[in-house]
């Protein structure tokens, strides 16, 4: 199946500072969404992007589909983006059952 | 309120009860999902329905039963459960166009689950 890598596994940023989490995948997808996953444990929806770039306010990603790749850039960090950033991938017949990569604890500080 | 809602939240039961994990989504989403949580495992997918009557196993099925009779509802069954199955549970459920998945999954807020 599918393997799916995030780096870096851990990322310690001061508020203001910008940050690139960086997923890379092992075959062709045609489906690719980052999450984040809060304190609290709720998992929300950041971006479906199997493909081109997208922008969100401060967050913006960008899937390379023929590289296999896929970044998340988050610009003047918060104390409230601290939590697990996942990156999820689909292919074929059974796109829509994702493989979820390790993820990044990221930890924004004050 | 509109969403995807999950119960319970927290259960805590013994070894070789059976224990069901309900979901329950307002959006008419055709598909629909449960994955595990667990430390130094991330998140892995148990179970997942395409439609109403319609489920496939996933990553990790053993010990689970699921059934969808209808298309808001998505139960999970542990029928005899045990020690490994302590976890934290997500539903999910996403969107489809002519039965082809739309892409962006929705997840229910968790229920932690603790077998002694």
């Known amino acids: 199946g599918i393997q799916v890598e995030q780096s870096p596994p851990d990322l310690i940023l001061q508020e203001g500072a910008n940050s690139t989490l960086r997923c890379n995948f092992s075959?062709?997808?045609?489906?690719l969404q980052w999450f984040h996953q809060n304190p609290w444990g709720q998992l929300i929806n950041l971006f479906y992007?199997?493909?081109g770039t997208k922008q969100n306010g401060r967050l913006s990603a960008t899937t390379v589909a023929t590289e296999r790749y896929s970044l998340l850039y988050i610009s003047s960090s918060q104390t409230t983006d601290s939590g697990v950033y996942f990156c999820a991938v689909g292919a074929g017949e059974y796109g829509n059952k994702l493989v979820f990569g390790a993820g990044t604890i990221l930890r924004v500080k004050s | 309120d509109a969403g995807i809602t999950q119960s319970p939240r927290y259960k805590i039961t013994e070894t070789g009860r059976q224990v069901t994990l309900m979901c329950h989504q307002t959006w008419s989403h055709s598909y629909m999902f449960w994955y595990r949580q667990d430390l130094g495992h991330g998140l892995r997918l148990i179970y997942y329905?395409?439609?109403?009557?319609?489920?496939d196993k996933g990553e990790v099925p053993d010990g689970y039963v699921v059934s969808r009779s209808k298309t808001e509802n998505f139960p999970l069954t542990l029928e005899s459960a045990t020690r490994s199955q302590t976890s934290v549970y997500f539903c999910a459920s996403s969107g489809s166009i002519g039965g082809l998945n739309t892409g962006e999954l929705f997840f229910g807020e968790g229920s932690r689950l603790t077998v002694l």
């Open positions: 329905s395409a439609a109403a009557d319609i489920t």
């Open positions: 992007i199997p493909s």
């Open positions: 075959d062709s997808v045609n489906n």
